[in-house]
């Protein structure tokens, strides 16, 4: 019985961080992007894939909450032609529409990468749009499947590793009063 709890409670822990997210149309502005949710609080990932469709110019935009100081990292990896097809760019921007940042090529293909320090609590959207829309506005000719992956991690306050460390030092301390006494 306990073990039948013990996987029930592990099944619940590996299954609040994940989920998929999708593609949905219209989502070419922040107006109406496609909603990424986060379950719980803290560490996150999650993996959609998404197509630039039509005969190019497609835009899809995603919306995700982050809380103050965590680190959004998101990646493209084009699938019609793994690495190269369809050539993304990457962009982070704020609900009023202010680009905060890009990417467009990364690594050893066309996929993308962009990395990002929330200063508040608030919703978010990254964009996928073809090379060279740089502007995320549909200026491109890119068609094709492509894998999105978001990750979400809070980075931990200097008082956090403050306190970490005073616990380790008094550790260590008990540690070595127990083993002087036996
Ligand atoms: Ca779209
Ligand atoms: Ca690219």
New binding site residues.
Partial sequence: MKRTILLFAGLVACSSAQAVFF?I????SIATASPITRVGTGLFSDTGLGT??GAGG????YSIHLDANEVLTATTTPLSVFNFSPDTVLGVFTGDGTLQEFGDDSGDGTGSVVRYLAPTADTYFVAVSGSPDSTFTGGHTETGQYQLVVGVAPVPEPASFIILGAGLIAAARRRRKSGATQ
């Fill in positions: 593609d149309e219209p989502n070419n630039l469709g497609d835009v899809d935009f």
